[in-house]
């Protein structure tokens, strides 16, 4: 493995850090065990949630307000996305939010399993096949295919663009 390389690719929820995350099988060690080894005797409980919750994607609504995206300069001499400090940069309404890898990318929403979101009133219901067209067509990588495990590196993936963070 060489330092820097991408483990997992993960989306972070507020204020209980929810993380969401490609968990099909890779050559990265499995996340839960992972996180549990840094966990020590912080009060902190980590567990898997996946057989409660389903992901799920809007985008293409004007409903879906885009906020514009703000750039500045690192030090680093790199481009990097500028977030409103006074805003969480994900948007603020419940078991959803912005996703801000791309412009277009609409909104994720948490739901439980066997449920559709409250918003598929005024979506038209698509394909995972379609998002996934959707996600390649506005250029964002995502899970083990697009950012192979322990070889990927997040600037060959411009995850620093994207928001990401190592």
Partial sequence: MSPGAILRTLARRKPSYLLDYDPRPSDAPPLISLLKRYVLR???????????????????????????????????????????????????????????????????FLVRKGSPPQETSDHEMASSEAYTLHRILTGVPEGCEDLPAMQAFPMESNLDIMGGCS
Avoid at 85 to 98: A, N
């Fill in 42 to 108: 912080s009060k902190v409980k980590i567990r898997d949630v996946s057989e409660q919750y389903d992901v799920w994607a809007a985008w293409g609504n004007s409903a879906i307000p885009e906020p514009e995206r703000q750039w500045t300069w690192a030090r680093s001499g790199a481009v990097e996305p500028k977030w409103d400090q006074e805003e969480w940069p994900w948007g603020s309404k419940d078991e959803s939010i912005l996703d801000r890898r791309a412009p277009g990318m609409g909104r994720r």
